[in-house]
């Protein structure tokens, strides 16, 4: 076996004087859920519950490696079979960091992330050159971007003679998803399409913190419990679970790139429904929010995020006005990134487009065991499974395997005889247009209340 060298990308950003390095992985296959040596109840939904409790406890492993930006990305192409996910790290160049120590410290941290992937149950493959690397970076020409956000709403209160206003950022809540209706939308889409999902470690600024506090404040409990009704109760608890989960905070970027809008807005909304399903119960949770892109600049750094794996800020934002505000939409805990930087789940059997091992990961440590398993000397991070995804047959590019077919069946059988033709596209129910965040009628408002 030779080891492979991740291939660093320096990349070089408006804001910052030094360039940031990227490093990327390939997650060739998923394990088997039913027989992972991290899980250890006999029930098949407890088991799914802890797969998912993993990856939470997975990202909250994030926050500790400050300076990394993490992009988990899902790629469907016509060029490939299935659906290729990967993982790409953007790596922050700190001042007074010479090239050559530069160089290593991206390095050991290619290294920390194989390692820590490794030991809750995932095998990553290094991205060891250029086109590999490209092929999650940019892998078409996007035709259409979005981004999916969390609905903003405005609400204004009266109070004896005076008019408030309250900026409410409504989040999702975790609940339990396989992720697997998004990955068959990804297999049978119309055109190629892109997922990007980018999380970033960060802290609350001074300003932030003072809001939180002004918000949750006795003055404002009495002003939205007695004067408001139900709606400002709830705005007044989503700032209380802001105040309590945002101690270990991450910048999350959700977007969205295809070859056609139709694509877009399909997979867009197969997304939005997993991110908002079994939450219609929930008070203060609202469906999330697809957003495009209004004009050439909104275009130009909504696809400069996808392509530098980093979050610019776009389109209208309700939070604005305030800087202790303007970031709200973007600030999630380790439990709601959970929900979007999310690897799917293989429940009962195969996930559509995705191959599945029952093989535990060379090198790994159990969260919940504390012992280590040593199978080869080969360190993760220097692993040589094949990190640029396989192309199909040349004479059909799209063939897909048949529903109920495994899909390493699928491709045993693509070696050996012809492919059947693909399966027709499945057509959900018709999708609106692009949605729209509506101002309130503009009043003369004597005081801001947050």
């Not at 959970?338 to 996930?351: E, Q, T, Y």
Request: with cysteine; proline share 8%.
């Amino acid at each position: 076996m030779t080891n492979v060298t991740p291939f660093i990308r320096y990349v070089n950003l408006s804001h910052k004087t030094e360039p940031d390095a990227l490093v990327g992985f390939a997650l060739p296959y998923l394990p088997d859920m039913l027989t992972s040596r991290w899980l250890s109840s006999v029930d098949p939904q407890q088991r799914l519950v802890e797969a998912l409790h993993l990856q939470t406890r997975l990202i909250s492993n994030f926050w500790h490696m400050h300076g990394t930006a993490w992009d988990l990305r899902f790629v469907a192409t016509d060029d490939i079979p299935g659906i290729a996910i990967g993982l790409l790290c953007r790596i922050h160049h700190f001042p007074h960091n010479d090239k050559r120590r530069f160089q290593h410290h991206c390095l050991s941290i290619a290294q920390q992330t194989a390692q820590l992937f490794a030991d809750y149950g995932y095998e990553l493959s290094p991205l060891g050159d250029e086109r590999s690397l490209s092929r999650y970076l940019t892998p078409f020409p996007f035709q259409a971007v979005g981004e999916i956000r969390k609905t903003e709403e405005l609400p204004s209160f009266a109070d004896a003679y005076t008019v408030y206003e309250v900026y409410v950022p409504y989040p999702w809540q975790w609940s339990v998803q396989t992720r697997l209706r998004l990955c068959e939308a990804l297999l049978y889409r119309q055109s190629n399409c892109l997922i990007s999902v980018n999380l970033e470690p960060t802290h609350l600024t001074q300003q932030e913190h003072q809001h939180l506090q002004r918000a949750t404040s006795s003055r404002l409990q009495n002003l939205l419990h007695n004067t408001t009704g139900s709606n400002g109760r709830e705005a007044y608890q989503v700032y209380m679970d802001y105040t309590h989960t945002l101690q270990q905070p991450y910048l999350l970027r959700i977007s969205i790139a295809a070859a056609t809008s139709q694509t877009l807005t399909h997979i867009g909304r197969i997304f939005t429904d997993e991110l908002h399903t079994h939450q219609s119960t929930h008070k203060g949770s609202r469906v999330p929010t697809l957003c495009y892109p209004q004009n050439q600049q909104e275009w130009q750094w909504a696809c400069s995020s996808i392509a530098n794996t980093t979050c610019i800020p776009w389109g209208e934002n309700l939070g604005m006005e305030l800087p202790g505000t303007a970031r709200l939409r973007y600030l999630v805990d380790e439990k709601m990134a959970s929900m979007a930087f999310r690897l799917p789940v293989a429940k009962d059997s195969d996930i559509p487009g995705i191959p599945v091992r029952s093989l535990t990961p060379l090198v790994g440590t159990s969260p919940t065991s504390g012992t280590a398993t040593r199978r080869s000397t080969t360190s993760p991070a220097m692993s040589t499974t094949p990190a640029t995804p396989t192309t199909v047959s040349q004479q059909n590019p799209r063939q897909l395997p048949d529903r109920g077919t495994t899909w390493a069946g699928w491709l045993r059988s693509c070696l050996s005889r012809p492919a059947k033709p693909p399966q027709p596209y499945r057509r959900y129910q018709s999708d609106p247009g692009p949605p729209s965040l509506r101002r309130l009628p503009e009043t003369t408002h004597a005081a801001t209340a947050l």
